[in-house]
């Protein structure tokens, strides 16, 4: 049973620029959230996709979007990347009748300079 | 004040001993809420998820009082493997993560 799965493993940018990452949900998930996590802080919510649609979003920029295609993978895309935006990228996928239950993929470092 | 609050940590414990970490929750409406874990540098890992007043895995008991809005786990007989970051988390549409409170198990 395949877990989440996430790529890249790493990406370095330089300000300015703009980063796609993407994530594979776990067999049987349709939901698909993301998440920053930067050092020594929990992850903060971003968005979430189902139905390849955004269905809920936390306070970040409209430079932070995303994008779920029919197979339920996803992409997160940041635009005018910002030194602020270094972090961990964590995807996470649910099954939308469970109750929430999230199970996470390793997450995409990004580092911006 | 903060959706989601947690003790600040760290854990500093012997194995054996037995651990209680809080949490306290801003929104009286939410249904849902888990425990994870997450080791340095890796994803967080679902532990526990708690629905009702409790819920118990082995060494771990989950509580929930929704009268005071808090959360707390404990673990008994602390492992050198039970050293993480223990994220407490509010679910919903918009899932909310606490800080986090690190464990130390000390052999």
């Known amino acids: 049973d395949a877990g989440v799965t996430q790529s890249p493993t790493h990406l370095i940018k330089t300000r300015g620029q703009q980063v796609t990452l993407r994530c594979s949900p776990k067999s049987g998930h349709d939901t698909v959230s993301w998440y920053q996590q930067a050092l020594g802080q929990g992850p903060q919510f971003i968005f979430q996709y189902y139905e390849e649609e955004e269905r809920q979003r936390g306070n970040f920029p409209d430079r932070f979007s995303g994008h779920q295609f029919p197979n339920y993978s996803s992409e997160l895309n940041v635009n005018a990347l910002l030194l602020g935006d270094s972090a961990l990228y964590l995807c996470?996928?649910?099954?939308?009748?469970?109750?929430?239950?999230?199970?996470f993929g390793p997450g995409t470092r990004l580092t911006v300079t | 004040r903060k959706e989601v609050e947690q003790d600040p940590g760290p854990f500093n414990v012997p194995e054996g001993a037995t651990v209680a970490f809080n949490c306290t929750y801003s929104?009286?409406?939410?249904?849902?809420f888990f425990w994870y874990r997450q080791d340095c540098r890796k994803e967080p890992k679902l532990l526990m998820s708690?629905?009702?007043s409790g819920n118990e895995d082995g060494r771990f008991t989950a509580q929930l009082n929704r009268a005071s809005q808090y959360i707390s786990l404990l673990i008994r007989d602390s492992k050198l493997s039970d050293s993480a970051t223990y994220l407490c988390v509010m679910g919903g549409f918009k899932t909310i993560f606490g800080a986090g409170t690190r464990l130390f198990v000390k052999a």
């Open positions: 996470a996928s649910s099954f939308a009748g469970q109750g929430y239950e999230q199970y």
């Open positions: 708690v629905y009702s």
């Open positions: 929104n009286s409406a939410s249904q849902s």
